[in-house]
């Protein structure tokens, strides 16, 4: 089987629009979380989100290339085009050698609303103008960004709620595992628009600290009440490994463990089995003993029962050796179906930088959470092995281990 | 509406909301080869159109349309017929 690297990354989130932004944010622990008052007016319980501010397009790509873009693919392109830059890929290469990309992403709420808000208006489906189409399909990531790049590979977009983007690159390295492709783009992208979370926040799920948007978010702690709902887009730049040393390229990290599981239970409700048995089978996969893991960064969104279950599946596997563990999440907010994706760039920026980002707001854990250590403060420490979990509605589970080479 | 005040507002939403050339307008320029008006752009018309002069473009009505002129024509002969 071939080794699969990381060697180039991008993000465009509410911690940094760029990858020395949010390193910086991730080190202080800076949160990007904010109000969106036109998210009470729609009816919403909660204001509270990631503010990630819109690139600005016009005079980068054509009119035909944005107006099929949505904002997630917005997004999306801003941080593929820092992961190929980064990862020394031009236009040139793209369209010289083939390329694929795998995408994370699960809605485009926005444009299929206000399809539906015009022909309502105008009970006429010509108005509704060429982009709509493009915008409104869940795949709008991996066909606009296959068409702006010239990708020649594997194109096709991974929905699986909040692991999207995790199961994305772990897809990615199985292709170029088994030689079908030296190249992949790996991403996760997340609309943050009020029409986008409505059926989300109807759930009860998001947190209501509208008082302290910047407590609000608060993984693992005794004191939350809910997630905070944000996104972007992180692109990776996957490769096979000989291919990477051949082109000389820098290389932030090797992917050596994929591990997946179904809950098979509940719509909404994680469990800790399902989780374990993730993060089980991406250690079976990279021939690592718990012991050998690093730091872990947890998926913990903030919510009350999905927090407990994934503190009792760490414990479970992790809990004699206490392994480091912070969910990033307190400072982003659940960035969804871009989160998997976004999670390994803030990971593969801890190892490359020696550190462990804060799980902030972490003021007194409850009862389950307190047998793990979890990092409450930047601690600065030589990262060689970590995991990365993330689970989503239906029980899709993903982990994903990476490796300093 | 006279035909110079048509032209001016056909010629500026192709400008800006379809990005053509400005230099491109001519009334002799043919709308696919010369200015590079596609299907997908044509889509893009009706909704201008519809949005500049209040009225939809008939596809049947514009398959004799080939060039800026017989367009400005067009919206002319259907703002004379409302």
Same mark, same amino acid.
């Given at each position: ?7 180039? $990354? ?7 629009? !760029? ?15 904010? %109000?969106?008052? +036109? ?10 989100? #990631? ?15 944005? $107006? ?19 990862? #020394? ?11 694929? &990309?795998?995408? @994370? ?12 808000? $015009? ?73 943050? *628009? ?42 990776? %730049? ?10 000389? +390229? ?6 050596? #463990? ?8 509940? %719509? ?24 050998? =893991?690093?730091?872990? *960064? ?61 799980? &902030? ?6 009862? &389950?959470?307190? *047998? ?12 060689? =092995? ?14 994903? $281990?990476?490796?300093?080479? | 509406? !006279? ?8 010629? *500026? ?31 893009? &018309? ?7 002069? @209040? ?19 067009? =919206?002319?002969?259907? %703002?004379?017929?409302?």
């Amino acid at each position: 089987m071939k080794r699969v690297v990381i060697t180039g $990354i991008g993000i465009h989130s509410c911690i940094g629009t !760029n990858v020395e932004e949010v390193r910086e944010s991730l080190y202080a622990g800076k949160c990007g979380i904010g %109000i969106d008052p +036109a998210r009470t007016e729609y009816g919403y319980r909660s204001p509270l989100t #990631g503010i990630v501010p819109r690139p600005e397009l016009k005079g980068t790509l054509s009119r035909r290339q944005r $107006i099929c873009l949505p904002e997630e693919g917005e997004y999306a392109y801003v941080a593929t085009e820092q992961a190929l830059k980064d990862a #020394g890929i031009d236009m040139d290469y793209l369209e010289n050698n083939e390329t694929g &990309i795998l995408y @994370g992403n699960d809605s485009s709420s926005k444009a299929v609303i206000e399809s539906h808000e $015009i022909c309502v208006e105008k009970k006429d489906t010509t108005l509704l103008g060429s982009g709509a189409i493009f915008q409104s399909m869940n795949s709008t990531v991996t066909m606009n960004l296959s068409t702006i790049f010239k990708l020649r590979g594997i194109n096709m977009t991974i929905s699986a709620a909040c692991s999207s983007g995790s199961h994305t690159i772990g897809l990615g390295t199985m292709f170029i595992r088994l030689g079908l492709q030296d190249m992949i783009v790996c991403g996760g992208a997340q609309e943050t *628009n009020y029409l986008s979370m409505a059926s989300f926040d109807g759930l009860n799920a998001f947190s209501t600290r509208v008082d302290e948007p910047l407590k609000s978010s608060r993984p693992f702690d005794k004191n939350r009440d809910g997630l905070v709902p944000s996104g972007g887009a992180a692109t990776l %730049i996957l490769e096979e490994y000989e291919h990477a040393m051949k082109r000389g +390229a820098t290389i932030y990290g090797e992917i050596i #463990g994929y591990g997946f599981s179904s809950n098979g239970a509940h %719509i909404s409700q994680p469990s800790d089995r399902g989780s374990a048995m993730a993060m089980e089978r991406a250690l079976a996969d990279a021939g690592l003993k718990p012991s050998d =893991i690093d730091y872990i *960064n947890a998926h913990a969104t903030s919510t009350v029962i999905g927090d407990s279950y994934e503190a009792m599946a760490i414990d479970r596997l992790f809990g004699a050796y206490k392994t480091p563990v912070s969910s990033t999440k307190g400072m982003t907010g659940h960035e969804c179906w871009m989160a998997g994706a976004s999670e390994i760039v803030y990971t593969l920026l801890m190892m490359k930088h020696s550190f462990i980002a804060p799980n &902030i707001n972490l003021e007194e854990p409850d009862d &389950i959470s307190k *047998n793990l250590n979890i990092i409450a403060k930047t601690l600065d420490k030589k990262l060689d =092995i970590c995991l990365s979990n993330s689970f989503g509605f239906g029980g899709t589970n993903s982990a994903l $281990i990476l490796k300093k080479i | 509406m !006279n035909r110079n005040e048509i032209k001016e507002i056909v010629n *500026n939403f192709l400008i800006e909301d379809i990005e053509v050339e400005a230099d491109a307008l001519k009334d002799e320029a043919f709308l696919k080869e010369d200015l590079g008006i596609d299907s997908l752009d044509f889509v893009d &018309i009706v909704v201008v159109v519809e949005q500049n002069f @209040g009225f939809k473009i008939k596809p049947e009505e514009m398959t004799n349309v080939k060039t800026l002129s017989q367009f400005y024509d067009y =919206i002319e002969g259907r %703002i004379k017929a409302t």
